[in-house]
């Protein structure tokens, strides 16, 4: 039972953070822009469908530069990494604890170990899903140059005063 928890876990990790720490650039957007860029240049002789296709990529390329631009300048927010380090050690604890015990009691309380067995699913689910909320933050949203450049008169004002 333990072996089948692990598993479920990692796969779900694997899901979740495997996207978050690769650093490269991915997607269905990229992957959409190769494919026009190759469409593009098998179009020969037909100007209009060639216009129209220019300007779709124009759009998808600043689309890009605008997702990556905002990936290259977020800064990780440690409020809730702390979080997710508390709520997956917690989690992971209570349903480590619930599971040793089932196992103990599997032989003498069959249904007690059951109970056991569906409250620790309940809060291993409860902790996954914790965490997926939380991975959705793990980023401070990126401020507008404007919103910088006050910051960082206040924190220069904070200096002198």
């Known amino acids: 039972m333990i072996q089948l928890w692990s598993a479920i876990a990692v796969a779900l990790l694997t899901v979740v953070i495997g996207p978050l720490l690769s650093g490269e650039v991915s997607g269905r ?7 026009h ?22 759009t998808e390329l600043a689309t890009l530069r605008s997702r990556e631009q905002h990936r290259l300048t977020r800064k ?9 380090i508390l709520v997956a050690g917690v989690g992971g604890g209570v ?17 007690v170990a059951i109970v056991l067995y569906v409250v620790a699913a309940a809060v291993g ?16 949203p990126s401020k507008s140059p404007e919103e910088r450049a006050a910051a960082r008169a206040e924190r220069a004002a904070r200096r002198k005063g």
Do not use: H, P, W
């Open 76 to 84: 990780l927010n440690g409020g809730t990494v702390a979080a997710l």
């Open 95 to 111: 349903v480590y604890g619930l599971v040793a015990i089932a196992v103990a009691l599997t032989n003498s309380l069959l249904a």
């Open 37 to 58: 860029a190759e469409l593009r240049e098998n179009l020969t002789g037909n100007e209009a469908a060639l216009q129209e296709l220019d300007a779709l990529l124009v």
């Open 29 to 35: 957007m990229f992957k959409r822009i190769t494919a």
């Open 125 to 140: 689910l409860l902790t996954v899903c914790l965490a997926a909320v939380g991975v959705g933050t793990l980023y401070e």
